[in-house]
């Protein structure tokens, strides 16, 4: 059965950071190409990060591109967001998943609120 758990979200004051953990399980890890996705109230998913299979390739949506770095530990399945100079726009729903996105595969997300 395929897993994918988010961690990590919470409320932060904007400026400062946070850093996204996906747990993922119940499939070949190492082969596939995962992206962070968000989505906010009233909008589309939009994926702001992605990382190739062996973490040698990453790009990322404009908005996030200098703020935001995703990595991934293919020995423990993992996949990282790590997002600094929060804005209150980067608040959303943060979810993990292959890229392109697996719907079957939707984990719970993680909410991430950036607010003084």
């Known amino acids: 059965q395929v897993r994918l758990v988010e961690s990590g979200g919470g409320l932060v004051q904007p400026g400062r950071s946070l850093r996204l953990s996906c747990a993922a399980s119940?499939?070949?890890?190492?082969?596939?190409?995962m992206g962070w996705y968000r989505q906010a109230p009233g909008k589309e998913r939009e994926l702001v990060a992605a990382?190739?299979?062996?973490?040698?390739?990453?790009n990322y949506a404009d908005s996030v591109k200098g703020r935001f770095t995703i990595s991934r530990d293919n020995a423990r399945s993992t996949v990282y967001l790590q997002m600094n100079m929060l804005k209150p726009e980067d608040t959303a729903v943060y979810y993990c998943?292959?890229?392109?996105?697996?719907?079957?595969?939707r984990g719970q997300g993680t909410q991430v609120t950036v607010s003084s």
């Open positions: 990382i190739a299979s062996s973490g040698g390739y990453t």
């Open positions: 998943n292959t890229n392109p996105w697996t719907n079957e595969w």
């Open positions: 119940g499939f070949t890890f190492s082969i596939i190409r």
